[in-house]
């Protein structure tokens, strides 16, 4: 039974009300308010206009007192006189899936016990206080100050200094991307499971091998009776998308009361049968001729299967855990068969090269994001030729809906341990025992996922605490690092043996490197954007370097890394979102209120980036578009740069795929679900098959191929030099061809041509180059030779028809000169644009479709069309 309300809340000044009175069934709760569960005290209050929307202006600030007060969550339940336990053997848990964070909890006025972790799910036994006719629930959250107020503080923990003893999301807090938001309530299912007998305390299943002709499964399954002598067995199937059997076993979880007798005790055990909950496991392996494996979207299909295992007491059936399950095996290689070093995942004996971005809570108000969202963004991912997420630290392990999806769809996920940015006290036992607790239920939770590929201990904490002692910030001992380093391996070797570990992100360094050594393990690259200095050593003093050639994503071209996890560069939010939060009056360049929507530390990088590529921009219309552009164009030099070297690099995930808020960021996707251009660009740049001109200004044009499918490639491949403006002479298109046989899995360069030749007398401020393929299929591609603040790009003009009953726009560039950076916008979040943020030669035209995800009409009449080149202009309706 799901306890999904209707749940009544309340808050009080701490100590205000005893809390027995507060908790006492007879409560006249008939003054709180209604609140939805799962949610969270903000969401509730919002709901109810008790609070003005938090994202809007400074209203964040207003909501402050919310995390000052104790919140006091209350609900009934029925039970039928049969639902009551009559037997010793029944039991009645009340589970929680996720508390946020320190809980009392109340049933029927007795207190059940105190919760502290907001990663934890949280049972209790509730079999001895729970009675036919209505039974009351009551939570009370505590503000987390009375839990910190009295530690000790450490030398280090990012943004707020509170964080090291709360295991909470650690982006509530406030981070270089999102506002502090301190959320409370029940954020997680609440849910009332009766059993008989015994009962499933956990199934692992793992793959061994997979070869098409066979699979190996190993099956465990964990089990605990209420009393001693009960015997059990579960039974494991796995069953196929059509509903068959393909493969089935009996696992003997509970041996018989003799066997338990061999354990002695005959005597206790006889007069106090409750007292011995026996706890059993058994495993076995499953056969599976001609499977059917899991593959991620871009490599095959994501096939899933059903996994089902029931618990048998006495013929009965007590308890079923049931869930999908991909065969696949799933390594991460950290040398290629050449035995030179690599950070590469290898899915069914195949190199995946990873392309994707770092996923953070798509709110600070987790508890009410809607699994629409969850859906949407692991939609627009793979849309976006992702095949590859990492869950972030700073956030939460995600919700089940989130891995489901990735499952379902074949996207790996990289999943962090909740350590993010600060040291944290591994000397505390009570803490600790509270660290393990969670790391056990996460990963009894996740392990039997598809997507997962591997569980990493923390985010940059053993980089960052290096650099911190190095420039003298830190002067004590590494704290936290028995987290990383001890019990998570401990506990990974005894849960989920067969899936890798990685202790930090960026981990790794040989020859005297800092962590982020790009001949070992993974890399972040802040260089680009944040200004940070490389290659460093080892116990160096960190260097920054602000100035324009400091922050440059040219800078990427100086890194080869062997699997590049963090970099990125911020991008405007699209107008919609911003408008949508931005008070009357201040949706300007410079403002206030769009300084408060950038929370990174210094805002001059973003400028010094664009100052360096577009200029600086001169209001709100160019401050989009340069820092759409510089993202998108930044990111395709970076990322084609890594996939160039695929032999060496086998990942590249961007910084950061979506938004808490609506804020400034470096999301590809912003809070809204609004895709940025760099999204766009991504169709073309995370391709499987990239075309791809590395090229720097006076130097050879080199054109590559990069094939990540598991198919050679034939055909040919065509560099055109267009000229920006027809001009008064239509100026002659050069063409060059190359012959293209590429084999699977391989970067290829195919030849080059000097810049000069390429222009045949063109300025190169006055081209783009365009790449195409035949005989195989796959995005053109195209590159200005100059930045765009050095181009001479005349005003372009746009042609737009609306196509309402098709959902379509068709936008051509009608005049002589190219349209750069065409965008389409809507006042309308979640809406999809087949493209976005593209460029038009002269005459030609593109067709986007639209639609919204929920359906929902789209306000055709705010319809605005515009180009870089070009003033915003509403379409023509057809
Ligand atoms: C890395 C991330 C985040 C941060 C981002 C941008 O440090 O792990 O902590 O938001 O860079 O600064």
């Known amino acids: 039974m799901i306890l999904s309300g209707p749940w009544k809340l309340q808050h009080f000044d701490v100590g205000e009300k005893p809390p027995l009175e507060l908790a006492a069934p007879g409560l006249d709760d008939r003054f709180w308010i209604e609140a939805g569960v799962p949610g969270d005290v903000h969401s509730a209050l919002l709901e109810r206009g008790i609070i003005e929307p938090p994202y809007f202006g400074h209203n964040d600030a207003k909501c402050r007192w919310i995390e000052l007060k104790e919140w006091w969550y209350r ?59 209505r039974n009351t629930v009551a939570i009370r959250f505590d503000p987390l100050e009375l839990h910190y107020r009295d530690k000790e503080r450490f030398e280090w923990s990012s943004y707020t200094k509170e964080r090291p003893w709360i295991r909470k ?44 002709e066979e699979a190996v499964i190993r099956v465990k399954a964990e089990a605990e009776a209420f009393r001693s002598g009960t015997k059990a067995v579960a039974v494991a199937r796995l069953i196929d998308a059509e509903r068959n059997e393909v493969a089935s076993v009996e696992l003997p979880v509970l041996e018989s009361a003799e066997a338990e007798a061999a354990g002695g005790q005959a005597a206790l055990r006889q ?29 095959g299909e994501p096939y899933l299967y059903s996994l089902e295992v029931t618990l048998v007491v006495g013929g009965e059936e007590v308890d079923r855990y049931q869930q999908s399950f991909g065969i ?32 953070i809570p798509a709110d600070h108000l987790i508890g009410s994001i809607p699994e629409s969202t969850y859906r949407e963004l692991v939609e627009l991912a793979v849309e976006g030729q992702m095949n590859m997420l990492r869950v972030w630290a700073g ?41 393990r607790q969670e790391i056990v239920d996460n990963v009894k939770r996740l392990r039997n996922r598809a997507s997962l590929a591997l569980w990493c201990g923390n985010n940059e904490i053993d980089w960052l605490y290096d650099m911190k002692a190095a420039a003298g910030d830190i002067t004590g001992p590494f704290f936290g690092e028995t987290i990383y380093h001890e019990l998570i391996p401990g506990l990974l070797a005894e849960l989920d043996p067969h899936r890798s570990y990685w202790p930090s992100s960026p981990y790794g360094a040989q020859e005297g490197y800092d962590a ?14 944040h200004g940070s200095v490389y290659p460093r050593m080892h116990g160096e003093k960190p260097l920054l370097d602000y100035s324009i050639e400091g922050v440059t994503f040219k800078n990427f071209k100086q890194d080869f890394a062997l699997f590049s996890s963090e970099f990125g560069m911020h991008a405007s939010a699209n107008r919609y979102t911003l408008e949508k ?114 090229h ?72 783009l180059v365009e790449l195409r393929a035949t005989g195989f299929a796959t995005p053109a591609n195209r590159y200005y030779l100059r930045d765009p603040k050095e181009l001479r790009l005349p005003v372009a003009e746009l042609d737009v028809q609306v196509d309402e009953a098709e959902q379509t726009v068709t936008v051509t560039a009608s005049g002589r000169s190219v349209a750069r950076l065409v965008k389409l916008e809507l006042p309308l979040g979640g809406v999809r644009f087949s493209d976005n943020y593209f460029d038009l030669l002269p005459g030609e035209q593109r067709t986007v479709h639209l639609r919204h995800p929920e359906g929902r009409p789209l306000p055709w009449a705010a319809l605005r069309v515009g180009a870089l080149n070009a003033g915003t202009q509403p379409g023509i309706r057809c």
């Open 75 to 133: 609900t009934t339940f029925e039970l039928d006189a049969d639902a009551v336990p009559g037997e010793k053997d029944e039991r009645i848990e009340l589970v929680f899936e996720g508390l946020d964070t320190f809980a009392a909890i109340f049933v029927n006025g007795h207190e059940i016990g105190l919760a502290s972790n907001m990663f934890r799910r949280y049972p209790f036994d509730i079999t001895r206080i729970v009675h036919e006719g």
């Open 169 to 212: 999301a650690a982006m509530n807090f406030g981070w270089d991307w999102g506002p502090r938001v301190v959320t409370a309530g029940i954020w997680g299912p609440v849910r009332l499971e009766r059993r008989r007998r015994a009962k499933l305390t956990g199934v692992y299943a793992a793959t061994l091998s997979a070869s098409a």
């Open 271 to 299: 007069a106090f049968p409750h007292a011995f909950r026996t706890q059993g496991a058994a495993s076995a392996e499953l056969r599976i001729a001609m499977p059917r494996r899991w593959w991620t979207h871009d490599l």
């Open 328 to 359: 696949r095996t799933l390594d991460l290689s950290l040398q290629d068969p050449d035995g030179n070093p690599s950070f590469a995942f290898i899915l069914n004996g195949i190199k995946v090269y990873a392309k994707g971005a770092n996923w």
């Open 395 to 435: 956030g939460i392990y995600e919700k089940d809906v989130f891995y489901e999806e990735c499952d379902r769809r074949g996207v790996l996920v990289w999943q962090d341990f909740a350590f993010a940015n600060a040291l944290f006290p591994d000397f505390n036992r009570d803490f600790m025992d509270n660290v």
């Open 516 to 529: 982020n050594d790009p001949n070992h393990g993974d890399r972040h690259n802040w260089q680009v954007w």
């Open 581 to 694: 939060n931005i008070p009357e009056g201040q949706f300007t360049w410079g403002s206030a209120e769009m300084a408060y929507r950038n929370k990174d530390t210094n805002h001059r990088k973003g400028i010094l980036l664009m100052e360096g590529y577009t200029g600086i921009p001169r209001d709100i219309e160019e401050y989009m578009n340069f820092s759409m552009l510089t993202q998108a164009e930044g990111l395709k030099y970076g990322i084609e740069h890594f996939r160039r070297h695929r032999h060496r690099n086998s990942g590249a995930l961007v910084w950061q795929l979506n938004d808490s808020w609506p804020g400034t960021s470096w999301s590809m996707i912003d809070y809204e679900r609004l895709p940025k251009a760099s999204y766009y660009y991504g169709k073309t740049f995370f391709h499987p098959v990239l075309l791809s001109v590395e």
């Open 696 to 767: 720097e200004p006076g130097e050879p044009l080199r054109v590559w191929v990069v094939n990540d499918t598991l198919e050679p490639l034939e055909g040919t491949v065509t560099l055109t030099v267009h000229p920006l403006s027809l001009g008064g002479v239509v100026a002659a298109e050069r063409q060059i061809s190359f012959e293209a046989k590429i084999p699977p899995q391989t970067a290829l360069p195919l030849g080059s041509l000097d810049e000069a030749e390429a222009l045949a007398g063109l300025a190169p401020e006055e081209v």
